[in-house]
């Protein structure tokens, strides 16, 4: 039988603006854990090896002056310091914990930035709680469309993640390691309709077992050295790299380009399409410096709405 509790984490806990539906509708970065359910939006975590909890969260008040309430379903007895484990993922996924009304001070003098946090006011740029997962996660979505990458990860997830079922009978699975995938042969990760990629994650599954990655010194190295040290592991170049630092690891003073951030930059500041991934790269945080990571999915999400045809 599942049990219950609520957690309210009150506006003048949130640093800033939130719009949880803009953010979470976005696709700014691809998480099939979290589903829509009307109003709400559920997930689950793994606080052990052993046993998941479901949430199930929803925004109350405005965009200025938001509160989140959050459910949280489990098995059993419940899990020592549930309540706190919950509150460290969802200010760290959600980015809560920074002031985003900070960030839009340091970006407004730029009249592009200006008219996209105008526009999409709210739009909080999302973490990875675990980075394992981001890792995993980008190393796939190389040259995949993201209906494709959803598919590969749900196909990963049913094969070895815990299940959790939630009172009206929706299933979610939860993220596998590496050391789960480690333990697949090539043939059962190619049934996860992987592809060519199931040889790559095989690969750095083998690897990340042999040499443990500190991602705690990954947080503290200087960004060229970080981005070199995760290029060294298979499957893993420059865009997945930066995605890694920026969306695991939160380094905001990188800026991750794929086709449609490329689109939106192009479009919106009128340069040359010719221009490469290194230049653009630059070209963004020569404006923006350590907060340019905060525009990646507002150039993201306006180049998807735009451009969505295309």
């Not at 539906?21 to 975590?45: A, D, H, P």
């Not at 007895?77 to 969802?90: A, S, V, W």
């Not at 809560?96 to 407004?108: I, Q």
Request: hydrophobic fraction near 40%; include cysteine; proline fraction near 3%.
């Amino acid at each position: 039988m599942l049990k219950s509790l609520k957690i309210i984490i009150p506006a003048d806990k949130i640093k800033g603006p939130l719009n949880l539906e803009l953010t979470m509708e976005s696709k700014q970065f691809t998480n099939s854990n979290w589903k829509k359910v009307g109003k709400n939006y559920r997930s689950i975590l793994k606080v052990d090896n052993k046993s998941i909890v479901g949430l199930e969260v929803e925004q109350h008040g405005s965009t200025d002056e938001p509160q989140l309430h959050v459910n949280v379903f489990y098995v059993g007895k419940k899990p020592e310091n549930l309540d706190d484990f919950i509150m460290k993922k969802i200010f760290y996924e959600f980015g809560l914990s920074y002031n985003l009304d900070d960030v839009y001070n340091e970006l407004k003098d730029d009249p592009v930035a200006k008219n996209l946090i105008t526009e999409y006011k709210g739009l909080r740029l999302i973490r990875y709680f675990d980075v394992e997962e981001c890792l995993i996660t980008y190393q796939l979505s190389a040259n995949t469309l993201i209906s494709r990458l959803e598919q590969m990860l749900e196909a990963l997830k049913q094969k070895l993640g815990l299940s959790f079922k939630f009172k009206d009978g929706l299933i979610l699975n939860s993220f596998p390691t590496l050391e789960q995938i480690l333990g697949l042969s090539l043939k059962k990760l190619y049934s996860c309709k992987l592809g060519y990629k199931a040889k790559f994650l095989l690969e750095l599954a083998k690897k990340y077992s042999k040499e443990k990655i500190d991602w705690k010194m990954l947080e503290k190295l200087n960004i060229r050295e970080a981005r070199r040290r995760l290029m060294m592991l298979p499957g893993v170049g420059l865009k997945v790299a930066d995605a890694v630092l920026l969306y695991g690891l939160g380094r905001t003073e990188t800026f991750p380009i794929d086709i449609w951030v490329r689109r939106a930059i192009v479009n919106l500041y009128g340069l040359s399409k010719e221009l490469n991934y290194t230049k653009l790269q630059n070209f963004i945080l020569e404006k923006f410096g350590k907060y340019s990571g905060y525009l990646t999915p507002y150039f993201f999400y306006h180049s998807r709405r735009m451009f969505k045809h295309q």
